[in-house]
Every structure is written in structure tokens, then in C-alpha cells.
């Protein structure tokens, strides 16, 4: 069985572009969650959806970020207009039950320049 | 805000030393994970421990919680190259909707 698939492995952008973040997760699995490592700092929380809606976005740093999770299958994430401080590891998780074991993507890693 | 910390952040040994690390918190955790990352993967999952003085083992890992489950520590018997990788401790507390709560992490380096 596939494991949770991120897209792109890397994107390099200016500042003031717009990057989206793709995030497949674990087939059944309604519980998908955003999560996001900057240079120095740790592993942080943005967003939790199940199925469609979100249950949680208590981590969105601010209003350029965008999640979004079409039908309650993939997800995406659009950084707009990027910033220097949104470079980081953005890594994509996904649970079958609420509680349940989160298995995480390799990661999205992103250089804002 | 629950601050986890982790030590020692850079840990490199020989193969088939012993180790351990450790990770400390703010305030009591709830369900404490370790977790593993190798390069170029997400975190895995490596065991959950919710009880005080609580000790799990997984094969040459040995891991325990503090009787006031507000530390943990891992201990790797005869550690392989394998064993690399970036060991990351979490909370994941009812009070903030189950979302986990990570440390830095010590990164750990295993030469053969």
C-alpha cells in the first residue's frame, strides 16, 4: 500500500511568488494534517483536516497560507506571496482515526530566495 | 505553550557503543511518541508511552518515562549504522486536539 506522497520534493521560488504544495495521503485515511519544520526551530503544527473540512488551523502563520483538501482526498497548501521566513520542510501526515498513529511524508522542502 | 527539550541536539559514536538521549518538558505530557527520521524521510512513529515509569522495548531500544511523565529517555544497546537518524520526542495532548508537539531533536550518527 502506497504511503503518504508529497509533491514537489523541493521548490526553489522568489520572494513574492506563489508556491502549492500537493499532499497524497494513506488511501481511507480521513485525517490529514499539515505540519511544518523552519532552519533551527522544530517540527510544528499548521492545519488538521478530516475528510473535507478543517478541524483544526491554529498553526496558519498568517493569511498567505492557504489549505485546502479537495473532496476529502489530497491536499493542498499555496504559499502567496511567499517570504523569506516561510523557508522550511513542510511535511504532510495522515491518520485513519483521530487518535490514531500519524504517518508522515518524506516532505516538501522549501527555499524561498 | 508546552516546550519540549531534547539533548544532546548532535550525538556520533562507533558502532556497537550504547547510548542514550533524552528529552524534557515544561509540563506533564499527556502521550509521549519518539519518533525516527532518516535523511530524506518523515518521522516514523517508534513507540507511545502514557503511564509513569513506564519502560517499552523495541529490540535494542529501551525507552522510559519519568514518574512524573515529564521526562523520557532512550537508551540504544549496541547501536548500528542503522540506528542513524534523527530522534524526535512529542506530546500528543488531548488539550490541543491531539496535535503533537515536537522537540528539536537529537540527531544521531552511528560510524561503522
Known amino acids: 500500500e502506497a504511503g503518504v506522497t508529497q509533491f514537489p520534493s523541493h521548490s526553489v521560488i522568489e520572494k513574492g511568488q506563489t508556491v502549492t504544495l500537493r499532499c497524497d495521503p494513506i488511501?481511507?485515511?480521513?485525517?490529514l494534517y499539515w505540519y511544518r519544520r523552519v532552519m533551527g526551530k522544530e517540527i510544528k503544527f499548521l492545519l488538521h483536516f478530516v475528510k473535507e473540512s478543517k478541524q483544526d488551523e491554529s498553526g496558519m502563520p498568517n493569511n498567505r497560507f492557504l489549505a485546502e483538501r479537495t473532496g476529502g482526498t489530497y491536499s493542498t497548501l499555496k504559499v502567496q506571496p511567499a517570504e523569506l521566513e516561510d523557508s522550511g520542510v513542510y511535511f504532510c501526515?495522515?491518520?485513519?482515526?483521530?487518535?490514531?498513529?500519524?504517518?508522515f511524508g518524506e516532505g516538501s522542502r522549501l527555499t524561498v530566495l | 505553550t508546552q516546550l519540549l527539550e531534547q539533548s544532546p541536539q548532535f550525538l556520533s559514536i562507533q558502532e556497537g557503543e550504547n547510548l542514550t538521549v533524552y528529552c524534557n518538558s515544561s509540563?506533564?505530557?499527556?502521550?509521549l511518541q519518539w519518533y525516527r527520521q532518516e535523511p530524506g524521510e518523515g518521522p516514523v512513529l517508534l513507540v507511545t508511552v502514557v503511564t509513569g515509569g513506564e519502560v517499552k522495548k523495541l529490540k535494542r531500544l529501551t525507552f522510559q518515562f519519568g514518574d512524573a511523565r515529564k521526562d523520557s529517555s532512550l537508551h540504544i544497546t549496541a547501536a548500528q549504522p542503522g540506528d542513524t537518524g534523527l530522534y524526535l520526542c512529542?506530546?500528543?495532548?488531548?488539550?490541543?486536539?491531539?496535535?503533537?508537539?515536537f522537540g528539536k531533536g537529537t540527531l544521531l550518527t552511528v560510524n561503522p
Open positions: 488511501s481511507g485515511h480521513d485525517n
Open positions: 501526515a495522515s491518520s485513519q482515526t483521530f487518535f490514531g498513529e500519524l504517518f
Open positions: 512529542a506530546d500528543r495532548s488531548r488539550g490541543s486536539n491531539y496535535k503533537l508537539t
Open positions: 509540563s506533564v505530557f499527556s502521550s
